[in-house]
């Protein structure tokens, strides 16, 4: 039995649940809490988080993290939703989160956030039989999710929150007519073709979550005469919903507003904001019911944790989890001219990798991002060869696809890539810059390794079937005249000079980062590998005897003419 956290980093609340987990991955909950925080807020439409705002989240992020601990809680999962991930200066929260009350935040995309409220919502909520919608009504964003039993058919995350609206349209919640007019005409066109979109796709269910949601759902309750319902069971239906829209829009003040059975003071200036944006996403998709989920987010990332935990350990060809690997993989067969050429690299990327794991220190989930990040370098090359390199950082860093992975692991996966040719990672790069200590040493090495194994394949041959590490440098001490000594697997009878020369050119950057000189020999195998270890199978080539040493120029030296 083991106890695991999870804070759900919210724009309007921060929500903490500690659960314990059993051998079998099921968990039951231990405690809750929860705090009006107000981290994302203001007339900059969330571009900063205001000190203020900052000195509160950081007081409950250690509170929180206190219960947890004392509830037995061996980790401690943070994630941060809207607020944070569109503040230009959420790098300063995070780290004061770090330094002031021990709490790494993940910051998660909105694709991400959607794909963990739909974990969240199918533990609770018997959806596995049925096609479903998931609508998630944050502060600052709302999450669509359209799933067919456990797998998600649609994931959207639009700007659209029950405070981002308040402070556009309601400013100290107070409502005008022309301004509830100005506030639905903008719902619905920020909407535009989603409703069309979920329509197509079709469902048999609707289900609500998180605040706004589950308020306006015990206030139908209530009204009802329903005063005993439970969150769990909480549901209604859109002649509930319009009632009380109408009821809320007519209170012109969070006062008035109080008056209405149900409404609890921390929502009173912002609920009108979330009504609307529900009874407009009721209105266009032609919703009759609802029912609420009392998990969200937060379970969800607790069903994450679980599920990492009970990942087997590293072995040498280690693949992608599912989810992960097929955004990974949907993204470079959008882009790749040459993805056979992409796989090779990152075939000959891992081995290196796994020889050097003593030397550099990274663990299995490094190894994951780094096969990401080697399978993605070129993507750029879609949009010009030109700098592709830094197109490549631009399309990883902004695609939907790569479900799975927090902000901070595509961040890393998109400088990989950035780097993956000409200049090192320098400290006056300023996305390089606003990485922690930790995650700028993981760019480096990974970098580094990618730029070894490109110049591998330079003629995109696959000549070079294979690559080791002759000798262990993480436990020789500094011996073997300071070597870090590569060995390159090559087909016999082929002339691979291109590839030794450009790999030797390419590798000043392993040697900073190893504090080695970097050698590279050869030897000549009976037959290459089979298949891709990217794919989890591995060939049988014969070795031969090795024969040659790679001559060892300079980077300026690196042939041309090859995208990578």
Request: aromatic share 4%; glycine share 8%; with cysteine.
């Amino acid at each position: 039995m083991s106890v695991i956290a999870a804070i759900d980093v919210g724009t309007n609340s921060f929500h903490l649940v500690v659960a314990s987990v059993d051998a079998d991955g099921h968990f039951e909950v231990l405690t809750r809490e929860r705090e009006p925080v107000r981290l994302g807020s203001g007339p900059e439409d969330m571009k900063r988080l205001e000190p203020e705002a900052m000195d509160r989240g950081i007081a409950t992020l250690d509170r929180m993290r206190r219960i947890a601990v004392h509830a037995g809680a061996t980790s401690v999962t943070a994630v941060a939703t809207s607020a944070v991930r569109e503040a230009d200066n959420r790098h300063e929260f995070t780290e004061r989160a770090r330094s002031e009350a021990d709490v790494d935040i993940e910051v998660v995309s909105g694709v991400e956030e959607a794909r963990l409220i739909h974990l969240g919502v199918l533990g609770a909520i018997p959806l596995l039989d049925k096609r479903h919608l998931i609508i998630d009504i944050g502060g600052g964003s709302t999450e669509f999710i359209l799933g067919d039993g456990a797998d998600p058919l649609l994931l959207r995350s639009l700007k659209l929150g029950s405070i981002r609206l308040t402070d556009r349209f309601f400013p100290e919640g107070r409502t005008r007519k022309r301004a509830v007019r100005e506030c639905r005409i903008y719902i619905d066109s920020f909407l535009g073709h989603l409703p069309a979109e979920i329509a197509r796709l079709g469902f048999e269910t609707a289900v609500g979550t998180s605040g706004t949601i589950t308020a306006l759902a015990r206030m139908c309750a209530i009204r009802r005469g329903d005063r005993d319902s439970r969150t769990g069971r909480l549901s209604f239906t859109a002649k509930e919903l319009k009632a009380l829209t109408a009821d809320l829009v007519a209170a012109s003040t969070p006062d008035r507003r109080l008056e209405i059975e149900g409404l609890e003071e921390r929502r009173a200036d912002i609920i009108v904001g979330g009504a609307l944006l529900l009874s407009e996403t009721f209105r266009l998709l032609g919703l009759k019911r609802m029912e609420v989920s009392d998990f969200a987010l937060r379970e969800g990332v607790l069903f994450e944790q679980i599920r990492r935990a009970a990942a087997p350990e590293l072995d040498p060809f280690h693949r992608l989890e599912d989810l992960r690997r097929s955004g990974v993989m949907y993204v470079a067969n959008s882009y790749h001219e040459d993805l056979r050429h992409a796989e090779h690299i990152t075939d000959l990327a891992l081995e290196l990798f796994d020889g050097l794991v003593s030397l550099h220190g990274l663990d299995g989930e490094d190894r994951e991002l780094f096969e990401a990040a080697s399978l993605l370098h070129n993507v750029g090359i879609f949009i010009s060869h030109s700098a592709h390199h830094r197109h490549s950082y631009y399309i990883i860093r902004n695609s939907e696809h790569l479900t799975g992975f927090t902000e901070r692991e595509i961040e890393i996966i998109a400088q990989v890539a950035r780097y993956h040719r000409k200049s090192a990672p320098k400290s006056k790069h300023a996305d390089f810059a606003s990485l922690s200590s930790a995650d700028k040493n993981k760019v480096r090495w990974m970098a580094a390794m990618l730029r070894v194994a490109i110049g591998l394949d330079r003629s995109n041959r696959q000549v070079v079937t294979r690559v080791r590490v002759a000798n262990d440098p993480g436990r020789s001490g500094g011996q073997l005249n300071g070597e870090l000594r590569l060995i390159a697997r090559v087909s016999p009878d082929v002339d691979t000079s291109v590839e030794l020369f450009t790999a030797g050119a390419r590798s000043e950057l392993l040697e900073a980062v190893a504090g080695r000189t970097v050698v590279i020999d050869v030897e000549v195998a009976e037959s290459g590998r089979a298949a891709h270890p990217t794919n989890g199978v591995t060939g049988n080539g014969v070795t031969g005897t090795a024969d040659t040493t790679a001559g060892k120029p300079r980077a300026d030296a690196a042939v041309e003419g090859s995208p990578a």
